[in-house]
């Protein structure tokens, strides 16, 4: 990547001043001590400065245990824990971009929900099978954070194991710096609507080449331009629902003034069963964030939603699958 390119910045003086406590990197003068709830991961579900829809407070669904909702309320049955925004690769008309999941801290967790969050999104796994990462398990992930909001991540060398193109590591990068600035944001690490960038060293070295392919140079920032056009939110993905009536809710960034519908219903009830149509429509996006909600009630069984909007010549769409109790 040259120097003139637009997600970078020139770095801050960064040789020397990056020194180990704990699980979490201290920046020399300059860095932001969390409070203790944060470091224990007791930070709230809702994202407070990310540009986009989050889940309500509680609300996603690890892997593994039943997760239920309680009308439009979801989240883990018997857990209070937070939970971790995590982008993941989805394909988009034959092109990779990026989707957002919330999932539990990792075992092991240091309480740092930057780290954790990158952590998750280089060896976890996502709740929906129609997302990957390209990332390899990192053995060690540190975090800190300045007062002008540059996040420094610290990487083991084998996260980067892959080899990629340059347009694949680009996307991979991206991935990086949208799950580490969410979860910083999500964490109040950001104050609210400010905008935040990520230097990424490798085994504490700058300036590194990644994947075989991209240079490690400077700060990096948000580019939207490598988002999916739509996703659904909430509910993720094998959630359990009850019967009193579910919100779908998500992000329609695109062009378009709505986002189309529909929810299918296994036949059989299993969980790659033959489906039909139950019920489609279409809902507005909110102009100012690109969010958008509706409600449906469904009776008992299995469902899959599906959201889609114009991309192209042909649509982007995103579906979650749920069971109705």
Known sequence: MSEQDPLKRSRLGLPGILLVS???????????????????????????????????????APSGPAVQTQGAAAGPAGSAQALLPVYWLGDVEGDDRLFREFLPAPEGSTGDPIADAVRL??????????YRSPWQQASSVRS??????????DISSDAFASRLDEDAARLAL?????TATAAAANAGLIPGGESSSV?????????????????????????????APVWIIDPQQDVQADTAGLIIHGTGHSSEESVAWRID????????????????GSVDIT???????????????????TVSVPEGDGEAHDSKSVVVR
Do not use: C, H
């Open 199 to 227: 230097v990424v060293l490798v085994d504490g070295a700058a300036d590194i080449r990644a994947f075989d392919a991209i240079d490690l140079v400077g700060e990096w920032t948000r580019d939207t331009a490598f988002l």
């Open 144 to 153: 800190a954070i300045s007062t002008k909001n540059v996040i420094t991540l």
């Open 265 to 280: 219903r296994r036949v059989d009830g299993s969980e790659d069963g033959p489906t039909g149509l139950f019920r489609d």
């Open 287 to 305: 102009p100012e964030d690109g969010a958008y909600s509706f409600s449906v009630t469904l009776p008992p069984g299995r469902y899959e939603i």
């Open 174 to 178: 991206q991935q990086l710096v949208f």
């Open 22 to 60: 704990g699980g979490v990197l201290v920046v020399s003068t300059v860095f932001i001590v969390p409070n203790a709830g944060l470091l224990q991961g007791g930070a709230p579900t809702t994202a407070i400065a990310e540009p986009f829809a989050t889940p309500s407070a509680g609300s996603a």
């Open 121 to 130: 999104m280089t060896g976890g796994t996502p709740l929906d099978p129609d």
